[in-house]
């Protein structure tokens, strides 16, 4: 470790480089990373300017051919090969960042080119709507989320590896440093370090020279950050009493009185196959601690035992001529499944709500002014004789009383979003809709409206229950005791979604018009 330190201490990097600066959207409009909904117009916002620029291709030549590559742009791609593609946290990452910190570069540069800034006149009211610094953050964040959830490298994320599945798709050079520079701010130099790395190995670019004019070289910046990252990581392993802070002001102090040739020797030295092999070790040498809701997501929850599938014929007389398929999840508290309960058309029914989405917010700040949107929702409140049906069938599953004219709520989420772990009544802290007038929450209903490939699981992470999402499946639990007092083990939260397109209908049913149903008795 001390020669690894050592070695750290002697290096040196170029420059620096800046990403921001651009007219931000207003704070109310919807969040592009928080639902594949927004994904899918923010990617139709950025072929706008694709086809825009391309209408000047004879004169905006191989630099124009140099952006679509660098952009992998495809055309005439189908409505479901773009929500595949969005679907992908990869790719959205890709998309908000490229669209955020590379697109109006490329609008500034193409305008100098063709000697007129009025011409693209069109794509300069655009770009306002364009994702803003938080848009990007949290994108990334997101990115990060599923990384830790899941217990995923850094390597395999750049490489386009999702729990062991390899998808068509790496992060570029300039994402890899981006990863990088949101880790060191928020003094994750581990993470920095992990992300610097993958940078350093993926340093070539097609057209690099043009990229680098437009664009700005991100590498008189890169290794600078890398040795910071890896020394000051190193020191809070060593078992030194010296802070980051201080860790960070001795290795800054360092890199500015060493000789620049020197260290760029040493920098190639660093590079070397069996120095990255001892620092690949150094970074994953040491793993978090999982917790209970990361095992869940995991799906590492040991078997339940005693359980069944059966038919329900009983809780409704229409049951005895059309009985529903039921799946024990866990017997208490109640928790059951559902299937084959969400038909094709009230699917496409209730993805038509998708025009009425809107920011859902966590419960708390997220440690500032900003508040993170864990999904985009609506409430499908329209006369709907569907909704009715739906609403009708929620009635024979549960055998709880409520009008059939109720509202539902829509939900589409996005890139890493997640909604930590928290409970449906009143009595967590907030006031639910109708409260007052028909009690708290007593039992929650979810109706998973689409398949996801990887993660997005509900898990009840006090029973120790994780629920994979099923198009056409609903999950029914009991927020309550029978004499209306909370049951603690309803805590239940929704996991990162690692690649799929995530929508969900619920139905929350609340106690007071169930009086004449459920006796209220006491609870042992």
């Not at 490298?153 to 390899?166: F, N, S």
């Not at 070790?281 to 869940?296: A, C, H, I, R």
Request: charged share 25%.
């Amino acid at each position: 470790m001390l020669r690894f330190l050592e070695f750290l201490v002697i290096l040196l990097c170029l420059g620096s480089h800046s990403v921001w600066g651009i007219k931000e959207k207003s704070h109310n409009e919807s969040r592009y990373y928080s639902s594949t909904v927004q994904l899918l117009k923010l990617l139709k916002l950025e072929h706008q300017f694709v086809e825009n620029f391309k209408n000047h291709s004879e004169k905006l030549g191989d630099n124009l051919k140099a952006y679509l590559i660098s952009i992998k742009y495809k055309e005439n791609q189908t409505i479901n090969e773009k929500v595949e593609y969005v679907s992908n946290p990869l790719n959205a990452y890709m998309l908000l960042r490229r669209t955020r910190e590379e697109l109006p570069k490329w609008l500034d540069y193409f305008k100098k080119q063709m000697g007129n800034d009025d011409i693209f006149k069109e794509l300069d009211e655009l770009v306002p709507t364009l994702p803003d610094h938080l848009d990007l953050r949290e994108a990334m964040l997101g990115l990060q989320r599923i990384e830790t959830t899941y217990g995923l490298r850094v390597d395999d994320l750049a490489y386009g590896i999702l729990q062991g599945k390899q998808y068509d798709i790496q992060l570029s050079y300039r994402d890899r440093v981006a990863m990088g520079h949101l880790s060191f701010k928020r003094r994750n130099y581990k993470a920095a370090a992990q992300w610097y790395r993958m940078a350093c190995k993926h340093d070539f670019e097609d057209n690099k020279k043009l990229l680098n004019e437009v664009l700005g070289n991100p590498s008189d910046f890169l290794h600078r950050q890398y040795i910071k990252a890896l020394f000051v990581y190193g020191i809070s392993i060593s078992g030194e009493d010296e802070t980051e802070e201080a860790a960070l002001l001795t290795i800054e102090n360092s890199l500015d009185h060493v000789g620049s040739q020197r260290l760029q020797k040493q920098i190639e030295t660093l590079h070397s196959s069996s120095n990255d092999d001892e620092i690949m070790q150094e970074l994953y040498q040491t793993k978090p601690p999982v917790s209970t809701f990361e095992q869940g997501c995991r799906f590492l929850y040991p078997p339940k035992r005693n359980l069944f599938c059966r038919y329900n014929f009983t809780t409704t007389p229409f049951l005895r001529l059309a009985p529903l398929k039921l799946e024990e999840i866990n017997l208490d508290p109640y928790v059951v499944m559902y299937h084959e309960v969400l038909y094709e058309t009230e699917i496409e029914e209730l993805k038509k709500q998708s025009n009425h989405l809107q920011n859902g917010y966590a419960d708390e700040k997220n440690g500032s002014m900003f508040r993170a949107v864990v999904a985009q929702h609506s409430w499908w409140s329209d006369k709907s004789p569907i909704r009715e049906k739906v609403n009708q069938r929620i009635k024979d599953m549960t055998g709880l009383d409520f009008p059939i004219t109720d509202e539902l709520q829509v939900a589409n989420y996005g890139c890493g979003t997640y909604f930590k772990p928290h409970y449906d009544y009143t009595s967590d802290g907030y006031e639910t809709p109708n409260s007052d007038t028909l009690g708290d929450r007593l039992g929650t209903i979810i109706f998973y409206a689409s398949d996801v490939l990887q993660g997005g699981a509900t898990v009840f992470p006090d029973i120790k229950v994780s629920i994979a999402p099923r198009k056409g499946s609903s999950v029914f639990w009991y927020n309550l005791y029978d004499d209306g007092r909370p049951d603690i083990r309803s805590r239940h939260s929704v996991c990162p979604v690692i690649n799929g397109d995530r929508w969900t209908l619920t139905k929350w049913i609340h106690i007071f018009p169930q009086m004449f149903i459920i006796p209220c008795g006491p609870r042992k």
